[in-house]
């Protein structure tokens, strides 16, 4: 449930023109990745502005709560029509993929919207969850990643050096290896947080909820 009333005129829209529905697009309210493109009809879109989860519209199913079997819930950050008010922008902070084939969009990891950020952080998980295997087989991975993962003193080590590092090529003004550095340090950002338990998303949210208080102001 939303803490904060999402603004939004319904009677702006016009249902009409596509028999009852408008087209939504969903777009991550901190990457800008565009995560799908659905249809929903004005009891849709009342569900949404009530519980601050978006709800669509489907041919085959009607009315459908986005995540409510899978999790990956959308948060509504914000609503925008367009200029003929037959399409809406849809703001929202996803809780997991927006696909169905679990990619973070549903136009694929490296079509339109592509993530390197969300592909980093995928492919980390998917060495978190090797590790874990690895855990219960005894059979440890070589990647560097599931080393990381496995001994928190060595990336905590190594997140450390990597700031260290970003911070001296700042000093030396050297823009090719402040993003090099700054790159290296985004990977053991990720590692490190993935090994406390923490995702990309949910930093993610966090920096909505920071972004949404700052709007409100």
Aim: proline share 1%; aromatic share 4%; hydrophobic share 45%.
């Amino acid at each position: 449930m939303s803490d904060t009333p999402i603004a939004f005129d319904l009677d702006a829209l016009n249902f009409t023109k596509s028999n009852g529905v408008v087209t939504v697009v969903a777009q991550d309210a901190v990457t800008g990745v565009v995560l799908m493109i659905a249809h929903a009809d004005r009891v849709a879109l009342e569900k949404t502005l009530a519980s601050g989860e978006m709800h669509y519209t489907s041919r085959t199913r009607g009315l459908w709560h986005k995540g409510a079997t899978s999790g990956n819930v959308q948060r509504v950050v914000s609503l925008t029509a367009d200029c003929d008010g037959d399409a809406v922008l849809a703001r929202v902070v996803p809780a997991g993929p927006a696909c169905h084939r679990d990619t973070v969009s549903c136009f694929g990891d490296t079509g339109i919207g592509a993530d390197a950020l969300s592909v980093l952080a995928q492919t980390i998980d998917a060495r978190a969850r090797t590790t874990e295997t690895d855990d219960a087989t005894g059979v440890r991975s070589t990647s560097y990643t599931a080393r990381l993962l496995a001994d928190r003193n060595l990336r905590l080590k190594k997140l450390g050096e990597e700031a260290v590092e970003l911070s001296m090529a700042c000093i030396d003004g050297d823009l090719a290896n402040v993003a090099a550095e700054a790159a290296d340090l985004v990977y053991h950002l990720l590692v490190a947080a993935r090994g406390a338990g923490v995702t990309l998303d949910d930093v993610r949210n966090v920096l909505a909820q920071r972004r949404s208080g700052a709007s409100s102001h």
